[in-house]
Nanobody, 125 residues
């Protein structure tokens, strides 16, 4: 049974920072691409960032480039999302996810099989 558990969300003022964590029960976590997605109220879930199994390849959606940083610690089976200079439009439930095929590099929701329960991030203006 694969479990992904996010933490670190909360309420923050615009311009503030948060660091999200995602702990994975994947036995072979170090061989998995990991992604972060978010879903704002009334909107579809969207891609935020992805990191390769080794951490050597990273990609961000344009709206978070320069503000968010994805990283991972394979020894701890954990992926992180550091969010700086937060804006009210970043308000959403944030999810970490792993693809069905561990090494698959993708920004597409349908390629991800394993999802966490999500953590709420609220940015006040």
């Amino acid at each position: 049974q694969v479990q992904l558990v996010e933490s670190g969300g909360g309420l923050v003022q615009a311009g503030g920072s948060l660091r999200l964590s995602c702990a994975a029960s994947l036995r072979t976590f170090s061989t998995y691409t990991m992604g972060w997605f978010r879903q704002a109220p009334g909107k579809e879930r969207e891609f935020v960032a992805v990191i390769s199994w080794s951490g050597s390849s990273i990609y961000y959606t344009d709206s978070v480039k320069g503000r968010f940083t994805i990283s991972r610690d394979n020894a701890k089976n954990t992926v992180y999302l550091r969010m700086n200079s937060l804006k009210p439009e970043d308000t959403a439930v944030y999810y970490c996810a792993a693809p069905a095929s561990g090494l698959r590099w993708s920004r597409t929701l349908d390629d991800y099989k394993y999802w966490g329960q999500g953590t709420q991030v609220t940015v006040s203006s």
